[in-house]
């Protein structure tokens, strides 16, 4: 425990151990300063712009106002801000370093850390796939809404069309926003299992946001650098317009209210309302691990963790950048971007819930919070094409700035592999993934595609992302070392870290990331999982009107949820177990793996230092 409790005066010995570690290195290739070729952001600013465009997406004004509705409001805060602080920011700082310092994508980063931990780097590229194919999908529905919005009459806000369905009394003010995402948009089947026939107008939205995805990385970070002026600013100007709208509204203070204060029960709902709202006890979320695990989610989510694309966007970096200060500033801007459209959302809601005379806690939730609940609320204010077209756009940038980023993040770490040719050009390589991508999420644009794209959000990366980034925190702290980590970071940014960011690296981070995994992997294993199916609607009276109902996955949707989560973790144990084939059997089953390029990943570091290997001495006296 000395080794952890080191302070500043010991820093410079660390530092004299490592001085010949560092001089190998650049007799190697030096990882820290020489020209290796690689691509350098035109400025610090694009850096960061580009960072705060992969972090700030839909996470921030999809995703979390979803997760604090649906986990008691107000209550999830207190894990939401709890993994901020022990997992999303000291993940956040070891991939940014992981990339600074290594000049390598994820994979060629975790290679260079050692070679049996380039499994991790292949099951992020994974992750980020699967994450990439349902998240264009979102973006996908912020294109149509964007177009509709275009009409004289905003088509959620027109009477339903005679004869058709669903019944008269479903289609009243209070529900013609489902039953325009159910019937008109989705046009969704009652099953997952009926796939239905190809929805047109969506498919040809999805097309748009793949071409889309693909000029914007056309010349890699030389045209996405530039791009990122646009999609990375543009939202927080008319995110600060929606709010200043939202807040005119009539009930908008019911609605923050209810996102700031736990169990409040808004004034205008009836005394039997607020009875019922007392019996559901949201305080109860927080013995709920799943509210835990939604929160870390969200956290990765919302900082790009476990992506690959913050280590791709560092690895851009000059060697000496600072890393540390950018890291801080894009957290902090980050979640006071999920506040901010917390705030935003909620007071919309708010709005909607007393023009329907209800909890918030009843309106709709799931994808179809910002498509269903908020475009209803538009849909009664002044302007409300315009605001509209503004607020889908606004979506749509946020959508598309953090999907190229992904994109460019696997594009990075292809260029650690022999799996693309070198001849081919990255123009080339881009236009082929953005078509493939396209093909494999056409089922997105079937009418059971929202079911789809439920399945993915829940299964493809939650599990999958806590589970890699248990990796990456044990990778660097305990493998890599932390003295050694703690000496390059000094080295970096002038700043050497404290006990408490030591303790979080070492220990706090990864026993959090690893309850968390166990409890989900044993609730998974024991108990069915089930999705909202789409039943028409069936109305007893007005103001309760079931358009879904619980039901169990079928066994190919389980199976299917399982290859999710799992599929990417396998490339973890299978690049170790090759590694250490020859150590266990012989040269004879010595394997390069050819998947890594280990001819082109330069100024590989020598066997990083053992916590023991620096002798803790007292400091000389001056």
């Known amino acids: 425990m000395d080794l952890i409790l080191i302070n500043h005066e010991h820093v410079d010995l660390i530092d004299e151990e490592y001085n010949a570690v560092e001089k190998n290195e650049k007799n190697d290739g030096d990882l820290e300063g020489a020209d290796d070729g690689r ?39 207190i894990p939401y801000f709890t993994m901020l602080l022990i997992e999303g920011v000291p993940l956040f700082l070891v991939e940014m370093f992981i990339g600074q310092k290594f000049r390598a994508g994820c994979i060629g980063g975790f290679y260079k850390i ?22 264009n999908a979102i973006v996908m529905y912020t294109i149509y809404y964007f177009f509709a919005s275009m009409s004289k009459t905003l088509p959620w806000a027109k009477d339903c069309p005679e004869g058709e369905l669903p019944p008269e009394a479903c289609c009243n003010n209070n529900t013609k926003s489902q039953y325009y995402w159910y019937y008109k948009v989705n046009r969704l089947t009652n099953d997952i299992n009926d796939a239905g026939s190809f929805n047109w107008e969506l498919t040809l939205s999805l097309l748009a946001a793949w071409v889309t995805c693909f000029l914007c990385m056309l010349k890699g970070i030389k045209t996405s650098g530039k791009v990122v002026y646009v999609t990375a600013v543009f939202p927080f100007i008319a995110l600060l317009g929606l709010f ?13 209210k209810y996102f700031f204060v736990p169990s409040y029960k808004m004034s205008f709902l009836s005394q039997a309302q607020k009875d019922a709202l007392d019996a559901e006890n949201p305080w109860k979320n927080l013995w709920n691990p799943y509210c835990w695990l939604e929160a870390a989610s969200q956290i990765f989510y919302s900082l790009s963790l476990g992506f690959g694309s913050c280590i791709a966007f560092a690895s851009y970096n000059d060697p000496k950048t600072n890393f540390y200060k950018h890291a801080i500033g894009v957290s902090i801007v980050n979640s006071l971007s999920s506040m901010f459209a917390g705030i ?16 918030i806690g009843s309106l709709s939730t799931g994808t179809g919070l910002a498509f269903i609940s908020v475009s209803e609320a538009i849909a009664k204010i002044p302007a409300p094409q315009l605001w509209s077209a503004l607020f889908f756009l606004m979506l749509f940038m946020l959508g598309i700035d953090s999907q190229f980023a992904g994109v460019e993040g696997m594009m990075t770490a292809l260029d650690d592999t022999t799996l693309i040719p070198k001849r081919l050009h990255r123009t080339a390589i881009i236009g082929g993934f953005c078509a493939f991508s396209f093909l494999i999420g056409l089922p997105f644009g079937m009418q059971n595609g929202e079911y789809l794209v439920t399945l993915f959000d829940n299964f493809s990366a939650n599990f999958p992302l806590m589970l890699v980034a248990f990796f990456e925190v044990i990778s660097i702290s305990w493998v890599y070392g ?10 970096m940014t002038g700043y050497y870290p404290n006990i408490i960011w030591r303790m979080l690296w070492l220990i706090i981070t990864p026993i959090s990331l690893l309850a968390i995994l166990l409890y989900t992997l044993v609730d998974q294993l024991t108990n069915p999982i089930k999705y909202e199916a789409f039943v028409g609607c069936k109305a007893s009276n007005l103001s309760n009107v079931n358009w879904t109902e619980e039901r ?24 170790a177990v090759i590694t250490f084939l020859p150590k266990w059997f012989g040269p004879n089953y010595d394997y390069t793996l050819p998947l890594v390029a280990e ?17 803790m001495k007292e400091p000389a006296k001056a």
């Not at 932390?482 to 080295?491: L, S, T, V, Y």
């Not at 169990?552 to 690049?575: E, G, H, K, R, T």
């Open 39 to 77: 691509e350098r952001w035109g400025s610090e600013i694009e850096f960061i712009l580009s960072t705060i465009g992969s972090v700030v997406g839909l996470g921030n004004l999809w995703r979390f106002p979803i997760k604090v509705k649906e986990y008691g409001g107000a209550v999830f805060l």
């Open 114 to 135: 050692h070679k049996a931990l380039s499994g991790i780097g292949f099951a992020t590229w994974m992750i980020a796939f699967y994450t990439n194919l349902y998240y």
């Open 244 to 256: 200043i709208m939202s807040m005119t509204l009539d009930g908008s203070s019911e609605g923050v």
């Open 344 to 359: 935003t959302i909620f007071a919309i809601l708010g709005y909607s819930a007393k023009q329907n005379m209800a909890s």
């Open 482 to 491: 932390i003295n050694r980590f703690c000496a390059d970071f000094k080295k």
């Open 552 to 575: 169990n996955y079928p066994v190919w949707a389980w199976i299917f949820a399982f290859f999710l989560m799992f599929s990417s973790f396998l490339f973890i144990p299978i690049c």
């Open 599 to 615: 001819h082109e990943l330069k100024g590989l570091l020598p066997k990083p230092m053992k916590n023991d290997d620096v002798e």
